[in-house]
């Protein structure tokens, strides 16, 4: 048997929104740890990495391990017939399950609703992610880096990102003209708005804005972001998600000829 | 020009 309750869907509800324009599909691992989902996006470009640990449950049980095969727009439009306060409860058989249950209940006990939907059969292959040090790893508030992608977007398809111990550069050029966004490291590191660089060595990598713009989704989760680079490895995108776990965005960069 | 890579370049298949 598997059920995992959360008390306030949520937090369910936007780390969906964070990945199903993203993702199709996904396998949805459970174990006593927690729920993990890796997956690559159709172009293979990035990767999304998303855990949920089982102590930010408010209850979880996982008999055994299961691996839940779920369309993503599936579950979104499910999570998104439940109100924010909603208790929401997840339940599966745990012997190669055909369907999931997701069950509703209203903070005052008056509604009660369930929804069942079909798993499929995915056979994705897992990806080793190699634990890397990062060359730079820049703690930002999520709104500003949104902000920078989607306004930068409008001026080029490719975004260059450039860091250094005085501040990180965001710089885009196209038909229209060309930007630049920079951020210096901010005094105060423990506000909300602060900007922080821990930098080993300087790096500049160049990245298409589309997928920032899909990684950006996930800002209602976290008031921060982390952006991890090293000069021709994938960006990380990190945004925590509650003390229960955090999303992972992993991006190819563009290399020049 | 800068070209697209894959991220299976990077993170091997387990």
Redesign the interface.
């Known amino acids: 048997m598997f059920e995992a309750s959360l008390a306030q869907s949520a937090i369910l509800k936007k780390v969906l929104d964070a990945i199903k324009d993203l993702l199709n599909e996904a396998n949805f691992e459970c174990t006593d740890d927690g729920i993990k989902v890796q997956a690559?996006d159709n172009s293979?470009?990035?990767?999304v990495s998303l855990e949920l640990r089982s102590d930010g449950f408010e209850k979880y049980r996982c008999d055994r391990n299961l691996s839940m095969g779920v369309n993503l727009a599936s579950m979104a439009k499910i999570m998104r017939c439940s109100s924010n306060s909603d208790k929401v409860t997840i339940k599966a058989q745990d012997d190669n399950p055909d369907k999931v249950s997701f069950i509703f209940e209203s903070s005052n006990q008056e509604r009660i609703s369930d929804y069942e939907m079909k798993l499929m059969d995915i056979d994705a292959?897992?990806?080793?992610?190699?634990d890397t040090e990062y060359s730079c790893v820049v703690k930002m508030p999520s709104a500003e880096f949104a902000r920078i992608c989607k306004d930068l977007n409008q001026f080029g398809e490719?975004l260059v990102i450039s860091c250094s111990k005085e501040g990180i550069k965001f710089s885009t050029s196209g038909d229209l003209g060309s930007a630049n966004v920079k951020l210096a490291q901010t005094t105060d590191a423990d506000k909300d708005d602060a900007v922080t660089i821990e930098m080993r060595s300087p790096v500049t990598l160049?990245f298409?804005c589309r997928y920032l713009n899909h990684f950006t989704k996930a800002t209602p989760l976290s008031s921060q972001v982390q952006l991890s680079m090293s000069d021709e490895?994938?960006l990380l995108v990190e945004y925590r998600i509650g003390d229960m776990g955090c999303i992972k965005y992993?991006?190819?960069?563009?290399?020049?000829? | 020009?800068?070209?697209?890579?894959?991220?299976?370049?990077?993170?091997?298949?387990?």
């Open positions: 690559m293979h470009v990035s990767l292959d897992q990806l080793g992610i190699p490719s160049t298409a490895i994938p992993y991006l190819a960069p563009k290399i020049d000829d | 020009s800068s070209k697209q890579s894959s991220i299976t370049s990077f993170f091997k298949r387990k």
